[in-house]
């Protein structure tokens, strides 16, 4: 008998024993290709020698040094590394464990920055509905997805969420591209407006919405309005790029794409590439000397930040993307995935719509596909889908309730940056074989 509490009381999963390039494998010797990446992390794969051995390396020379007293020379190096090529403005990181605490101290930050600036009337985060930041309380709370949030909803601050950038279920008919994101930008005005300017600190959002709504993408134009919105009322703009950052979506910042300067950025999951657990909040100059220049302390803080066999894991990882250009691999493989994907899917009657970036990839699934309908969220499709793909050697990110919560389904692929085209082609077969499963049963 277990004595793990596992995320499912009722399910009982394999043992997982061995990584092996994009693989897993199980205590059978059954092998898994990781096409979500787990939750899109696992970029590098599961046997880097690179980075295992800058962990050995590093757990050699120091395990652990807490920030309280000393900093590390792999948490330097790899402050230097990400600034380096960071957006425009971005000056300094906050090294923290995980996506989730990064969203919290981007929250907290903004809140401080405000208090600090003399204007503590600014408490108003406003996000957007079918986003997810993560799952800590102050996390949970600026996502939009109702169905994680119900049952904590009397335990979570009360945050703003308005129109997401969802342009396959929100984009009216005869309306273009443009005109759409125009219109699903403007919501952050309208509500600016309704809180009252001088009360709202922040808006965050995810450049390519990954878990909640599967690699759903801006239009054009959508964060430039969003960008002059939040300079008009002197909003911060904090990018959640926990999922799509660190180069999954083919630039090693996914705002990159959209040109779209943030004044927060949170990044973690591929930062590690699953062999530490690390994340970091990056910030822009202007909101660390304002706080360098006033208490010089950022209230907050957790045991691990900057651990520095993290931070080694990670230094190792972003330089392994740089010195071998997986970021160019990823749009060229990213390119090839959604072509696979348009060729057998493309005309399905049950996918809706393909979509994504780099290799952030996602398929939405209809019960129709002429009016967009969902199925019923009784026939558990996402669930179903998961269930049998993983049974086919196929580890993937289906997900229910992408419409509202409830309604809708949808499977995010997020597969290695070193996944050959071969290998790919061989995760198309499978979600085709998977899709004819769950549609027959």
Not at 171 to 183: I, K, N, V
Not at 231 to 244: A, F, N, Q, T
Not at 288 to 310: E, L, W
Request: glycine share 10%; charged share 20%; hydrophobic share 40%.
């Amino acid at each position: 008998m277990s004595h793990v509490f596992p995320r499912h009381c009722h399910v009982q999963p394999p043992m997982a024993v061995a990584g092996d390039g994009c693989f897993l494998i199980d205590q059978s010797g059954k092998r898994y290709f990781d096409g979500s990446g787990g939750a899109a992390v696992s970029c590098l794969g599961h046997s880097n020698e690179r980075v295992k051995q800058a962990i050995k390396d590093q757990v050699d020379q120091l395990a652990f040094a807490h920030t309280g007293f000393f900093t590390s020379d792999p948490a330097e190096q790899l402050a230097d590394l990400l600034i380096a090529n960071a957006p425009e403005g971005i000056d300094r990181v906050y090294f923290v464990s995980g996506g989730s605490e990064a969203t919290e101290a981007a929250i907290k930050l903004a809140r401080q920055y405000f208090t600090e600036r003399g204007e503590p009337e600014r408490r108003h985060l406003i996000a957007r509905r079918q986003s997810y930041h993560g799952n800590t309380l102050g996390a949970l709370a600026a996502g939009g997805n109702e169905w994680r949030r119900q049952q904590f909803s009397p335990l979570l601050i009360d945050v703003s969420h308005v129109d997401p950038c969802y342009e396959y279920a929100e984009r009216q008919e005869g309306e273009s591209l443009y005109d759409y994101g125009q219109r699903a930008a403007q919501a952050l005005e309208d509500e600016i407006l309704r809180l009252g300017p001088d009360t709202v600190m922040a808006f965050m959002a995810e450049p390519v919405v990954g878990a909640t709504l599967g690699a759903v993408p801006p239009v054009e134009g959508y964060f430039t309005r969003i960008r002059e919105i939040c300079d008009k009322y002197g909003v911060l703009l904090i990018l959640d790029e926990v999922m799509c950052g660190m180069g999954r979506t083919g630039h090693l910042f996914a705002c990159n794409a959209d040109n779209v300067r943030p004044d927060i950025l949170c990044i973690a999951k591929g930062l590690g590439a699953g062999y530490q657990p690390i994340g970091a909040m990056l910030c822009s100059g202007a909101i660390y000397n304002t706080i360098a220049g006033g208490t010089g302390f950022f209230q907050h803080g957790h045991t691990y930040i900057g651990h520095p066999v993290a931070a080694a894991a990670g230094l190792a990882v972003v330089s392994e993307m740089l010195d071998n250009d997986l970021i160019a691999q990823v749009q060229a493989r990213g390119a090839y995935l959604h072509q696979q994907l348009l060729s057998r899917f493309g005309q399905h009657p049950n996918v809706g719509d393909i979509r994504g970036r780099g290799l952030f990839q996602g398929l939405e699934f209809v019960a129709d596909r002429e009016t967009k309908t969902p199925f019923d969220p009784t026939k558990a499709v996402a669930k179903r889908f998961k269930k049998v793909a993983f049974e086919e050697g196929l580890i993937c990110y289906p997900m229910p309730g992408t419409r509202d919560g409830r309604n809708g389904d949808h499977v995010l692929l997020a597969p290695p940056f070193i996944a050959s085209e071969a290998e790919l082609d061989s995760v198309v077969d499978i979600l085709s074989r998977a899709l004819d499963q769950v549609l027959a049963g």
